[in-house]
């Protein structure tokens, strides 16, 4: 768990350090926004299970749609994936999307 923590950390302060593109946004803000509304219902062990929902990026971008959904926050597209970006660096691994 600490070694993926500390991949994710990485992985965000590399995307960091190309801030400069106006295009770039906060790698922080996925894990944010997980953390302050997701964390306190169902910890990490749920991204566990052998027999997940979450199989490529669309079921995973479905599920957190459907959660921020089910706690009624509103979340912009943009704010789906951050918080997608986040959980795939922390758990999934898919390969990078293709625009
Ligand atoms: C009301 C409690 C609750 C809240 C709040 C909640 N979750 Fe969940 N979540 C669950 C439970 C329970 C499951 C597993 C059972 C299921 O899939 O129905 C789950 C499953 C998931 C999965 C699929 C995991 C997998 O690999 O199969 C994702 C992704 C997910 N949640 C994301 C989020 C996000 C993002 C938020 C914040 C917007 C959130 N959840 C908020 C309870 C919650």
Known sequence: MSRRLALALMLASAVGSAAGAPAARDPGRGELLYATHCDACHNVQVHWRDKQAVSDWKS?????????????????????GEVARYLNALHYHFPPRTP
């Open 60 to 80: 995973l971008e479905f599920e957190v749609r459907r959660w921020q959904g089910v706690a009624g926050l509103g979340w912009s597209d943009a704010d789906i």
